[in-house]
């Protein structure tokens, strides 16, 4: 499932440039999806100033399907049907 738009918006929920901690704060359901991603980053200092793109790079992850990930868990968390 390639979620890339907010119905309506136009624009990504989550986008790379995004901090970790802003994401966590805004969608506490993500946490599981950087975990799954291997980024226990969620409790680490650098996720109050790393952007998304940077702890992916960092620890080699795809961004694109990590940011997919992330806005697909939003979207099933807000419509349980999906």
Known sequence: MKVSK????G???IEKKMTIEEVV??????IRVFE???????????ALF??????AEIHGI???????SLNGIILKVSDPCR
């Open 11 to 13: 624009e990504r929920m």
């Open 50 to 55: 790393e952007n998304i793109q940077q702890g």
């Open 6 to 9: 907010v119905k309506g918006q």
């Open 62 to 68: 795809d961004v694109e399907a990590l940011i997919e």
């Open 25 to 30: 704060k805004k969608y506490p359901a993500t």
């Open 36 to 46: 799954e991603f291997g980024l226990g980053c969620v409790g680490c200092q650098a």
